[in-house]
């Protein structure tokens, strides 16, 4: 790289300087996350230890900063060529806690996800259901419509199969 810049009237010359040539230690004991993040930039006598104090900054750190934080680190650190040990010591360390571990929040949660998959499901089969009824009989009136819409689960995939032989909407809706 150039030293120097030079035009017209206007010379200036500067020292280049690579981050390697400064110690990492001072950025890792910063209370500043972003700091300790740079750090993998810097020269550290143990690569694989200052790595090691990163992940564990962003393990201590506010959850909102943690994905983030990780993702920047991610990248500096294939800058120096450390991916393989980012990845060896996240697989090592509870970087982001699953929410669904956590004893309070999880029990809560999961019955409404199971609600929330099982109403997904409901309203794909109702789609299937009212666009296969559409494709084989016409335009669905509004009582068939009404009919669909209240139909459960398995009452939709029933009506699935029975839609290959219904000879007309009245008897496939019974």
Do not use: H
């Amino acid at each position: 790289m150039r030293n120097s810049i030079e035009g017209g009237s206007v010379s200036a010359r500067y020292r280049l300087v690579d981050i390697r040539e400064f110690s990492a230690e001072p950025m890792l004991v910063s209370d500043r996350l972003e700091d300790n993040v740079i750090a993998v930039l810097m020269r550290a006598g143990d690569e694989r230890a200052a790595v090691r104090r990163v992940l564990q900054r962003i393990a201590d750190g506010e959850p909102e900063q943690r994905a983030t934080a990780l993702a920047e680190l991610a990248i500096l650190a294939g800058l120096r060529k450390l991916s393989d040990v980012i990845t060896q010591e996240v697989q090592q360390m509870p970087i982001l806690d699953d929410i669904m571990d956590n004893p309070i929040i999880g029990p809560r949660i999961r019955p409404r996800m199971r609600e929330g998959i099982e109403i997904g499901r409901k309203e794909g089969e109702r789609a299937v259901v009212l666009r296969q009824v559409d494709k084989r009989f016409g335009a669905i009136p509004d009582w068939a419509k009404q009919k669909i819409e209240a139909m459960s689960l398995a009452d939709l995939q029933d009506a699935e199969l029975r839609l290959l032989d219904a000879p007309n909407l009245e008897d496939l809706l019974r």
